[in-house]
């Protein structure tokens, strides 16, 4: 009883977005490596794509870095949560991931990581790999695959943006309490305290999914009324796909 | 927007330290104090790391809103722990007929986890007000992170402020015409706002690179040479690394 009140009270603390990033300093040095160690690869393979795409096409670059800055100043912008009574921030890697793919998108939230850890103090150095690893490799493989997997089923391009924005969202802020509760526990045992740490950050990330995945979804639609070339470019689109838009 | 855009006075001694050094002496920093197991490290790394922070010009504001989201999280790891960790009882409260116990070993490791957090964040901070942004990137290349990745944050950090602004503009015509005024009209406002940025980042990049090609772009970004290591900043960076890991130690 005691423990469901404690919940409750936790529960009712107005808990801001950028909670999803994981503060500096937090992990102790063998959680941080290990999710260095699984975030590193995956970064490694966007530059690797990216490289390949800047040889055909030189403002790719440019248009990765640009992109960057746009999912930096999404994730700042304040939205307000009404369950929570606070402002939130949307992630915006579901969106860098169906407009340039999964891995791409985590080095994109790499830089996006990097520049808010050294400027804004949200998330870390030593906690970069974490983050980049459930912000970036994790958000933008659960937003790719859930959109690729909806539009092979034939779902509308709208609806399966905005499933894909709020998979993105939600599997960011699952691996990441996985990585708060695994790197904090001390000698408690994991499944307890990640159910608790899950309850905490409820009111604002239920919410917060839905936020981010009507975002990806009002963004993908515009493009696709106002520029399906970018759609078409990026290959979200066949040209087929985009001539009957007109 | 203005907690990012402070700028090291270029004239104070610790903006002058090669950036190389400074980062070293930073990340061997950091490592020590999520290694440590101890408060002592942590407390005296935030302090030195602050008078850095000042030194450099920051103000209080600025830096007492880079601090407000860790110390949210502070609180909220301090709660979890002290309510849910441990099994010697620190006190006991009843409220609405509920017995609420805090317990002290989660206490302790609350306030070391609150410690680490409050030291790292110092570090990472005192890093970023006393160097510039160039030098550092400078220094991380020098470190071996792949050009194009470099690349890429010179870039972000470029043109950040242009798309910032975009987007203030954006949103302040959206609110002035209550696009913001229910949650359902925000939503469909945020997803304009978002999919208007991602068309000028699409046609800001084909300007870009036609005026950097102009100018003889290849594809990779110039970056700052250094000059070699000065002897004596590297004998203090490192007397300095080894009193604080006898601090380390304790």
Not at chain 1, 146 to 165: D, H, N, S, Y
Not at chain 2, 63 to 88: C, D, N, Q, W, Y
Not at chain 2, 173 to 198: E, H, I, M, P, W
């Amino acid at each position: 009883m005691v423990k469901l009140f404690l919940c409750i009270t936790l529960l009712l603390v107005a808990a801001p977005a950028q909670a999803m990033h994981i503060s500096e300093g937090i992990l102790p040095l063998p959680w941080a490596v290990l999710w260095y160690a699984l975030a590193l690869p995956c970064v490694a393979l966007g530059i690797h794509r990216l490289n390949a795409l800047a040889k055909e096409d030189l403002s790719f670059k440019p248009l990765v870095g640009l992109m960057a800055a746009v999912v930096f100043i999404i994730s700042c912008m304040p939205v307000p949560v009404p369950t929570a009574g606070t402002c939130s921030h949307p992630c915006g890697t579901g969106m860098a991931a169906i407009l340039l793919g999964p891995w791409i998108s985590s080095l994109i939230a790499a830089v996006a990581l990097l520049l808010q850890a050294l400027f804004l103090s949200h998330g870390g150095l030593s906690t970069w790999g974490a983050n980049i690893f459930s912000m970036g490799v994790i958000g933008s493989i659960a937003g790719f695959f859930t959109f690729k997997g909806l539009r092979t089923m034939g779902v509308p391009l709208g609806l399966a943006a905005f499933f894909a924005g709020l998979q993105a969202d939600w599997a960011t802020y699952l691996a990441t309490s996985v990585e708060l509760a695994s790197g904090i526990r001390g000698s408690e045992p994991f499944l307890p305290l990640l159910e608790k740490i899950l309850l905490a950050f409820v009111p604002t990330q239920l919410p917060l999914g839905i936020l981010e995945g009507a975002m990806t979804a009002g963004m993908v639609m515009l493009l696709y009324r106002k520029r399906p070339d970018i759609l078409v470019k990026m290959r979200v689109l066949s040209a087929g796909e985009a001539a009957e838009n007109g | 927007m203005h907690t990012f855009s402070h700028t090291p006075h270029s004239g104070t001694f610790l903006a002058t330290i090669d950036p190389r050094v400074k980062l070293l002496f930073s990340l061997a920093l950091l490592l020590m104090v999520i290694s440590g197991s101890g408060f002592l490290l942590p407390l005296t790394a935030a302090v030195l790391s602050l008078g850095c922070c000042f030194s450099s010009g920051i103000r209080l504001k600025t830096l007492a809103l880079r601090f407000a989201e860790p110390l949210f999280i502070i609180f909220m790891v301090v709660l979890l722990k002290l309510f849910f960790t441990g099994h010697s009882p620190l006190f006991s409260v009843s409220t609405f007929g509920l017995e609420v116990t805090g317990y002290r070993e989660g206490w302790q490791e609350g306030l070391l986890i609150a410690a680490r957090i409050i030291g790292a964040v110092s570090v990472v901070n005192a890093l970023a007000c006393v160097t510039p942004f160039t030098g550092l990137m400078a220094a991380f290349s020098w470190l071996r992170l792949p050009q194009t990745f470099i690349d890429i944050v010179l870039f972000a950090w470029r043109y950040l402020f242009l798309i910032h602004d975009d987007a203030r503009v954006i949103y302040a015509a959206q609110k002035n015409r209550l696009g913001y005024c229910d949650y359902r009209t925000g939503l469909r406002s945020f997803g304009t706002l978002a999919g208007t940025l991602v068309i000028k980042a699409f046609d800001s990049s084909r300007t870009i690179t036609t005026a950097m090609e102009q100018r003889g772009y290849d594809g990779n970004m110039p970056m700052l040479k250094h000059k070699p290591f000065r002897i004596r900043e590297v004998a203090v960076s490192l007397t300095f690394i080894f009193c604080l890991g006898l601090l380390w130690k304790i």
